[in-house]
């Protein structure tokens, strides 16, 4: 265990988690999931979600973690030795090389924007620009490739300096940067004309737009945006020392990381309303928008430069919870080094992200993958962040409820805690409400 490390303290563990769950999944899927479905109606769904799936998750999570001190796979098979339960750690495991695979792909289109802003290649781009623009950049497969080898790249180079040297540092510094500028963003889209109806898109529920596949995409989103369901934040769990609130911990990581994707879609869906554009628009959405506004504001460029490059910045915090997973599994069950594993999870992400990368053009077989009638790449984030997500916390709630036992879990999520009180709360989610729920949402799907 020699390479493994902790937290240096409890705001490094909140920094570092909170920097794992806020990333592209705040800024690019949960607005774009939003318009899809309809505005307020899936806000609303997706906060529910939050709160009464997310937060016991999380908790439950991080107690696995820290009460092991493992790897998702090691961490089960400690504390229920000899039985089937790691296999949900290496479900979990192979989920984050999955997720890798195609988030470092988005990851990597913020590296290229953050370019074409530098080379003022979107100056005075207006909305009938901007998806031509995009299309044409995500056609290109060679830069698309060497993005996303660049963004594994630079992730596994992070990760093999280890746990609190790297990640923790930038973040700590880059955040809060992050969100400075979302606020002046936040001032420009808000003051935008006609930035009304987007408000109202955002905020009132059209409750008619409720349908089993939004519910579950909701859930999926709750999990995917808090870095749930496949061990991520077991593995950062595993990092935090014994004196500190894990409630408290998970509390402020859902707030901040639920204030971040709610901001982003203040700033987007007023300016698509400002500028007459549709916020049905599917995954480009964000690409779509952004360039616009940054046109429309006093030194938008650098703003647009400096958005993009700590969107990436953030992206990065969250590939770096990808492959550590991985990573810390491979040294602590494999035995190999860390420098070994790094360069053969990121190796393997890179050669599974190739089939996202021709979904995006080039490529007929996986613009349109056969009976599906989606693109590769769509069905890898319905399948690995949505399913995938929601059966490992469905597995998580079942083991920390009746398997680890909630009396066991509740002594870990004690200690270090002032006081937990709603030890009895979370006892009823773990046990009763989440599986219930997630079950239901499942089952819903299944029959549809
Ligand atoms: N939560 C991140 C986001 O919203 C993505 C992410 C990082 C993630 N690590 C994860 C998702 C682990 C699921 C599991 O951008």
Known sequence: MASRGKWSSQLGFILAAAGS???????????YMTGKYGGAVFLFVYLAAVVLLGLPVLIAEIAIGRATGKNPVGAFAELRPKSQWKLVGYMGVLAGM????????????????????LAG????????????????????????????????????????KGIAGGIEKACKVLMPVLVVIMLILLGRALTLPGAGKGLEFYLRPDFSKLSPRMIIDAMGQAFFSLSLGMGAMITYGSYLKKDESIPAGAAWVAALDTVTAVMAGFIIFPALAAFGMNPAGGHPLVFHILPVIFDQMPLGSIFGMLFFLLLGVAALASTVSLLEVV??????????????SVLAAGSLSFLIGIPSVLSFGGVKFFQKLPLLNISFFEMMDFVWSTLALSVGALFICIFAGYVWKSAAALKEIGRGAEKFRHGWLWTISVKYLCPALILLTLFTLAIR
């Open 327 to 340: 990573v810390a599994y491979c040294i602590d069950e494999l035995k190999w080094s860390r420098g070994r």
């Open 98 to 117: 999955m997720i890798l695979s195609y988030y470092s792909l988005i990851s990597g289109w913020t590296l290229g924007y953050f370019f074409k802003t």
């Open 21 to 31: 769950a806020i990333g592209i999944g705040n800024i690019w899927r949960f607005p």
């Open 121 to 160: 290649s979107l100056k005075g781009a207006t909305t009938s620009a901007t998806p031509l623009i995009f299309d044409t950049f995500v056609r290109n497969f060679w830069l698309q490739a060497f993005l996303l080898a660049a963004f594994i790249f630079i992730t596994g180079y992070i990760v093999s």
